[in-house]
């Protein structure tokens, strides 16, 4: 923890610096997402090619983010963190300014090496800027910023779409990303790590090729569904790039991941149950605009302005549930968020074709105060588990778990939808589960919600057992 007296009397402006960097990294994707259709239509390619604009910034992150963590706990993050949004920024003019759709994948990929580097170290940098006592308060209003870059994305990309061509997709980013590296240049401490270490490059592209393994097999799975026949290819070398990656850990004097980490009973559990939360969250969310377009006829506009209720109500109360869990055990707030995120997930359950606008809203609010509850002391659960030399390492083991855990939800509960709604149908020539009867439809999302009660029920057992751990070990006989 940095205690200097000027880190503490900027703080506050610390988090403004970081928060825009996170900030860009998440509205960016749900503004171009919404902009694929357009993009297929300018460039004359295939979707299967346009899709990897998408796919090509996400693979990119979710496999480098890792090796920054590591590196920014060897060599100091607020550089690296500089130079990410500075790549991030100059990625984002250069795609606006793509002739060709290859043009604009590749300059995605650059843009989402920057995106890597502040998704990475941006929590670290949080929690070394604020004492204990504010840990939790600073780490929730990084929730709301993250909530807001979720609403906001789609919104804006769609007002730019309506006014404007898609290269302002990515022009928009160009402010935001120069005003937030005067910021953090201005205001950000410089972090001295202590003694020189050397940086594992066998894991770290050991742990490449297993990620982007996994993240490709589970983007076939969303696009060409499970039959795929390069899926278990990939997910076997997935398995043997992880068993491998593990022994070489152990052996590594100064290792990518110092595997002693997970012997933190809070740590490891914690990340489970918050892998387990944006499993749900993110397979969910994929399914909700279908359901409020095609069974409850709402248009765009108004399907936007539902699906924003969520993470709305997340924004709101993830500030107040992080300085809460300053003063109250984490262990115990995100029992509670995952308990109502479970009553959540159980009315969502009972959704029909004839619900209605108060329905829906009685419905998701109490998902989102769940969530809420449940993300900000997580996230301080986890970064207070952490060593202040390996907070770079945990910093991105959580970013991590989020973009990995929506990736799977998209894929596996996207999947399981498609096949229960065309099984409920009853007709094996239907191609997609859109062309199914509405009953089919809603039959196969409530089905979807019983299994994802199924995982939430698991989460919240493993986080009971770990709070009745900590219990005993706190009780008089144990003393």
């Known amino acids: 923890m940095i205690e200097s007296e000027t880190t503490h009397r900027n703080k506050w402006l610390i988090l403004l610096a970081i928060g825009m960097g996170v900030f860009l990294a998440t509205i960016d994707g749900g503004i171009v997402n919404i902009g694929l259709n357009t993009l297929v239509k300018d460039f004359g390619t295939p979707l299967a090619v346009t899709e990897w604009v998408v796919l090509a910034y996400m693979l990119t992150i979710s496999s480098l983010m890792l090796s920054i963590g590591r590196l920014g706990d060897m060599i100091g993050k607020k550089y690296l963190y500089i ?64 909530s807001i870059g979720i609403i906001a994305g789609p919104t804006i990309g769609g007002l730019i ?15 935001v990303g120069i005003l937030g590296v005067l910021m953090v240049w201005h205001y950000v401490p410089l972090d001295r790590p202590g003694k020189k270490q050397s940086f594992d490059s066998l894991g770290a592209g050991l742990l490449f090729i297993t990620l982007s393994s996994l993240l490709l097999a589970l983007s076939r799975i969303q696009s060409a569904g499970l039959t795929d026949p390069l899926i278990p290819g990939l997910l076997f070398l997935f398995l043997i790039g992880l068993i491998v990656f593990i022994r070489v850990e152990k052996r590594s004097a100064e290792p990518m991941i110092d595997l002693s980490m997970f012997r933190n009973r ?65 262990r115990v707030l995100t029992s509670i968020g995952l308990g109502v995120m479970l009553v959540g997930h159980s009315l969502i359950s009972t959704l029909s074709t004839d619900t209605s606008v108060t329905g829906y809203l009685l419905r998701f609010i109490p998902l989102g105060i769940g969530i809420g509850l449940f993300q900000a002391p997580n996230n301080n659960a986890i970064m207070g588990s952490a060593a202040r030399e390996r907070s770079g390492v945990a910093s991105s083991l959580l970013s991590l778990t989020r973009t990995v855990g929506q990736t799977t939800g998209i894929a596996l509960l996207g999947a399981f939808w498609e096949r229960r709604a065309t099984t409920l149908a009853g007709d094996d020539a239907l191609h997609s589960a859109l062309a199914a009867p509405l009953k089919a439809q809603v039959g196969g999302l409530q089905q979807t919600m019983y299994l994802v009660i199924a995982v939430i029920i698991a989460a919240l057992g493993l986080s009971l057992w770990a709070l009745a751990a900590w219990l005993r070990e706190r009780s008089p006989q144990n003393a």
């Not at 779409?161 to 402010?175: D, K």
């Not at 909700?288 to 924003?308: H, I, K, R, W």
Request: net charge neutral; glycine share 10%; charged share 5%.
């Open 83 to 146: 130079a990410g949004l500075a790549i991030f920024t100059v990625g984002s003019v250069l795609c606006g300014m793509s002739e060709t759709i290859y043009w604009l994948i590749a300059f995605r990929v650059l843009q989402a090496v920057g995106a890597s580097i502040t998704m990475a170290l941006g929590t670290a940098m949080i929690t070394e800027a604020f004492p204990d006592h504010q840990r939790g308060k600073a780490l929730g209003i990084m929730g709301t910023l993250v």
């Open 161 to 175: 779409l309506e006014h404007l061509t898609w290269h302002w997709l990515f022009f928009v980013n160009l402010p």
């Open 266 to 330: 809070m740590f490891s559990v914690n990340l489970i149950t918050g892998f387990l939360t944006f499993v749900v969250g993110a397979g969910t969310m994929i399914l909700f605009p279908l359901y409020l377009q095609n069974v409850l006829g709402f248009g765009p506009q108004q399907s936007g302005l539902m699906m924003a209720v969520t993470p709305l109500t997340v924004a709101i109360v993830a500030p107040f549930s992080g300085a809460l869990s300053d003063r109250v055990s984490s």
